[in-house]
């Protein structure tokens, strides 16, 4: 049972458009949310988050979206750069009671190719 | 430099032999995870690790086995028992009190 998806497996957008990478979760008790991304042969590397107490959080070119309601987020990457193509990683957790690690939930990725 | 160690990058290993793939972290992380990817697929956590000498099944834990005998080091034993060995095996680490988890560059296991 997938509890985070990413239905997109790839995108393809043009460089200086806008990227919009959607997720989707079902487990109602997560309320965290990061994104990862990730070149081949590579370890992924966290871009953003956003708490469940916000809609919105921005860093530079990267904003994440977050509809509790509708049980889903999307990344807008704006304007795009050829050096964006990567998999990228939708995560999902939980705080936990008391002190210890908090155990990421994490879709199939979506590929970004980003064509100059 | 502090970061998230995994060597080696690749390695080869006849069927029916254990392997152990290293994980060091130098980021004074409180806890460690081994995750492993597939082709098109998602991260899956196999081991966590919240303190020394304490550690968790996670979701495919089945034919593979930890150790976390100091706070830098999370080695993970791939065993003969694991079905299907061969995949992208990530390290990662983080403070505790922390959502954020950093990755190390990841070890290919191929196993003939």
């Known amino acids: 049972d997938q509890q985070v998806k990413q239905n997109s497996p790839s995108l393809s957008v043009q460089e200086g458009r806008i990227s919009i990478l959607n997720c989707d979760y079902t487990n109602s008790m997560f309320d965290y949310f990061l994104w990862y991304k990730k070149y081949p042969a590579e370890g992924p590397t966290f871009l953003i988050s956003i708490s469940s107490i916000k809609d919105k959080n921005e860093d530079g070119r990267f904003t994440v979206f977050l509809n509790k309601s509708a049980k889903h987020l999307s990344l807008h990457i704006v304007p795009s750069q050829p050096g964006d193509s990567a998999v990228y990683f939708c995560?999902?957790?939980?705080?936990?009671?008391?002190?210890?690690?908090?155990?990421?939930?994490f879709g199939k990725g979506t590929k970004l190719s980003v064509i100059p | 430099d502090g970061g998230i160690t995994q060597s080696p990058k690749y390695l080869f290993r006849k069927e029916g032999q254990n392997v152990t793939l290293s994980c060091e972290q130098n980021?004074?992380?409180?806890?460690m995870y081994w995750y492993r990817q597939d082709p098109g697929q998602g991260l899956r956590l196999i081991y966590y690790s919240q303190i020394v000498n304490d550690f968790q099944k996670g979701d495919i834990a089945e034919g593979y086995s930890v150790s976390r005998e100091k706070k830098e080091s999370f080695p993970l034993t791939v065993t003969s028992a694991q079905k299907n060995p061969t995949a992208f095996y990530l390290c990662?680490?983080?403070?505790?009190?922390?959502?954020?988890?950093?990755f190390g560059p990841g070890t290919r296991l191929t196993v003939t």
């Open positions: 980021l004074n992380h409180d806890a």
């Open positions: 990662a680490s983080s403070f505790d009190t922390s959502y954020e988890q950093y």
């Open positions: 995560a999902a957790t939980r705080v936990y009671s008391g002190a210890g690690s908090y155990q990421l939930t």
